[in-house]
């Protein structure tokens, strides 16, 4: 006979029972701080009908220019195109570049930037010169040496307070010069003290000053450089991940895979996403709408194995429109039936 209180004792906790439209709906309560390099980035937009008398080269005629936030502040547009609010802080320099970052993160709604200034340092920019949606060149113009060290004892302050108001914490590493060393593991305990969770995505195979972070999402290339082991086949990613948990002491792995798509690792079995074969894949801006998904649904109890697939779901809908997109709440569930 069917017995109520063994049914109650071993029925799944509620988030297991969450549908995919109720985990998306959680999203928007989300508030998570992200640290990390800020950049700009341009994007020229045009059109190429003839060579250059000049020299062998295309000539762009220039139809309309748009400018976004990126890097680091790229994540934290994707968590608030999620609904989720966000602490950001981060460093620019006193050029224009930095002024014009400094605007457009803080005309976005549901953000507190708190981007410090260094003076004579060059603000990263990126520049993307496009005809019919297709990369010609790309100019960057950055300084990657370290931020000041009593900038850095700053940011540290800041992020301290930051986080005692947020409830999860992005590294966002696009090795800029702000998530050096000892900056970047200072994050990682002062986190730990404060009961935050903390994700992170590096910049190289050079894990080390992130050990200790819950989840890190490097790429495959990473993942490799940090273990010395192959990463090719799902069995070898998955060898590797745990050598890189062992090694640093991580909650668990979500690998970045380009094309092939993405794995977790540490959620419980092993979940290899695949991304659509049929399909020209445009991987830029992948990696940041995983890392938002990912840190939103965690931040508001989701468990790591759904958060891993609505992170996949936001890899799917990125990879696969042309330009700088955004995961939103229904591209999310459209993105979880697809998969």
Same mark, same amino acid.
């Given at each position: ?30 508030? #998570? ?25 295309? #000539? ?10 990126? *890097? ?8 608030? &195109? ?18 014009? /970052?400094?605007?457009?993160? +803080? ?12 003076? +004579? ?30 900038? *850095? ?32 593991? &200072? ?17 190289? *195979? ?5 050990? *200790? ?30 050598? /890189? ?12 895979? +380009? ?26 801006? #992948? ?12 931040? #508001? ?20 429109? &042309? ?17």
């Amino acid at each position: 006979m069917d017995d109520p209180a063994q049914r109650a004792a071993t029925a799944p906790p509620e988030e297991a029972r969450l549908t995919p439209a109720e985990m998306v709906s959680r999203l928007s309560r989300a508030n #998570v701080l992200v640290v990390g390099d800020a950049m700009l980035d341009r994007y020229i937009h045009g059109h190429v009908e003839r060579l250059s008398p000049e020299a062998p080269v295309p #000539v762009l005629t220039i139809a309309r220019e748009v400018a976004l936030p990126g *890097g680091a502040a790229n994540v934290v547009r994707d968590l608030t &195109a999620l609904g989720a609010a966000c602490a950001f802080v981060s460093v620019v320099g006193d050029d224009q570049t930095g002024s014009d /970052l400094t605007g457009l993160i +803080g005309g976005q709604p549901g953000i507190e930037p708190w981007l410090l200034v260094q003076g +004579g340092r060059t603000t990263t920019r990126k520049t993307r010169f496009l005809a019919e949606g297709h990369h010609l060149l790309r100019a960057d113009r950055e300084q990657t040496d370290p931020i000041e060290a009593r900038l *850095g004892e700053r940011l540290l302050r800041i992020a301290r307070d930051a986080m005692a108001a947020t409830s999860l914490t992005v590294l966002s590493d696009y090795g800029k010069g702000v998530l050096i060393d000892g900056l970047a593991a &200072a994050l990682v305990r002062i986190a730990g003290e404060l009961g935050r969770k903390v994700l992170v995505d590096p910049s190289s *195979g050079d894990c080390a000053r992130f050990a *200790g972070a819950d989840v890190i999402l490097p790429t495959a290339g990473e993942l490799a450089l940090a273990t010395g082991m192959a990463v090719a086949r799902d069995e070898e990613i998955e060898a590797a991940a745990a050598a /890189l948990m062992a090694r640093y002491r991580f909650g668990a792995v979500m690998a970045l895979r +380009g094309a092939v798509g993405i794995s977790l690792l540490g959620a419980g079995p092993p979940l290899h996403m695949a991304l659509p074969r049929e399909q020209t894949l445009d991987l830029f801006g #992948v990696t940041d709408a995983v890392l938002a998904t990912l840190a939103a649904a965690i931040a #508001v109890g989701i468990p790591l194995s759904c958060a891993g697939r609505l992170a996949g779901a936001a890899a799917r809908i990125v990879a696969t429109r &042309a330009g700088t997109v955004v995961p939103r709440p229904a591209d999310l569930l459209a993105g979880w039936d697809a998969g």
